[in-house]
């Protein structure tokens, strides 16, 4: 199908007070409606930044940010503020980790979710009221009525998020982007707003876009996986295929370190060892190199040369690309030798 969003070699810079910050460094992917693409990465692998930008939430006197991103055919990192404006919670839409930043807390739920909706709608006041209990009811929170009329600090935090949920989907966005929509919750809740998240994307068909440090959330509800370090893309795939052989060293650490594959939560993890890089001062060729336990290093080419992107041949999956410089071979074999048999 044809992609509803488009994105084409990002790039975002901030000016600091330090200097130049490269959050985004080149980062192309597009998603369609009805697939969920999940973007994985560490704090400062620039996946936040990346949903911000598409959000055109991003403060434009601070900014750099060049490439393309298309939302049906218009370029948004060209559109002004209040074009941005109508986009935003009609056509695209955005949950947060916690729903206490995007909930005010001196105004109801109902009252909330009435207002999001007459933004974009010329409704009348019951209109609106009939509609918010609909999605209050639609997200799985009991007594609708009444809960209407309660306010945020009145819900838990898993029916805070089903709120925010019901808030954000009131418009029937085209574009869902989630932004760790589980992270502050506990297991049970976990699953329970993700299997809500999976069926609601089922039935209002949009685009969806999971931002999470999780490999184990983007195996349960995305199609599609990002593996993002440094700013930049260091593998893209179907689940199924990053789930079956993943072939980039960053992704074979996040894999090590999903307790789920190991079943035993309190088992000894493999957690990548070191730290994400500084963005002020990145390092040289591969960005992950200097945490890499296959980097080549002596005459480079992993501290020299910046790997690109490239699809399998091997296996012959175009749409399955990774960045590194490990030869295909070898990396195919080390997975199997190293991780899938773990
Ligand atoms: Fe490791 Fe080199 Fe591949 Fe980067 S390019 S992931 S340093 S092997
Ligand atoms: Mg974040």
Redesign the pocket.
């Known amino acids: 199908g044809t992609p509803y969003i488009e994105v084409t070699d990002l790039r975002v810079k901030f000016a600091t007070e330090d200097g130049a910050v490269r959050a985004v460094d080149g980062v192309t992917f597009s998603v369609e409606r009805g697939k969920t693409l999940g973007i994985v990465g560490e704090s400062g692998s620039g996946k936040s930044v990346t949903s911000l930008a598409i959000m055109g939430l991003l403060n434009r006197k601070t900014t750099t940010m060049t490439g393309e991103v298309k939302v049906e055919g218009r370029n948004i990192l060209n559109l002004d503020e209040p074009e941005l404006r109508k986009l935003r919670g009609r056509d695209i839409s955005m949950i947060f980790q916690d729903a206490l930043t995007a909930l005010h807390p001196f105004y109801t739920i109902g009252r909330q979710i009435v207002e999001a909706y007459r933004v974009h709608h010329d409704v009348s006041k019951a209109e609106a009221r009939k509609r918010a209990i609909e999605m209050l009811d639609r997200v799985g929170i009991p007594q609708p009525d009444k809960r209407f009329k309660q306010y945020p600090h009145e819900f838990s935090g898993g029916m805070r998020q089903r709120a925010m949920i019901a808030m954000s989907l009131v418009n029937d966005p085209n574009l869902l982007i989630a932004d760790e929509p589980t992270t502050a919750l506990d297991v049970t809740v976990q699953a329970q707003i993700l299997d809500l998240l999976e069926d609601l994307q089922r039935e209002f068909n949009s685009a969806v876009i999971i931002i999470t440090h999780d490999l184990g959330v983007v195996s349960q509800v995305a199609d599609e996986v990002l593996v993002m370090y440094g700013g930049r893309v ?1 593998e893209y795939g179907t689940v199924e295929q990053v789930m079956r052989s993943a072939q ?3 992704t074979w650490g996040l894999l090590a370190s999903m307790p789920s594959l190991h079943g035993d939560p309190d088992e000894d993890l493999r957690p990548i060892k070191g730290n994400p890089p500084s963005l002020l001062n990145v390092p040289s ?5 200097p945490r ?5 290093l002596n005459g480079g ?3 020299i040369e910046v ?1 690109q992107r490239l699809p399998l041949r091997l296996t012959n999956e175009p749409n399955h690309t990774v ?4 030869p295909e071979r070898e990396r195919q074999q080390t997975y199997r030798d190293e991780i899938a048999s773990v």
């Open positions: 260091a980039h060293p960053y060729g591969c960005v992950f190199h890499c336990a296959y980097a080549m080419p992993c501290d790997p960045a590194c410089h490990l």
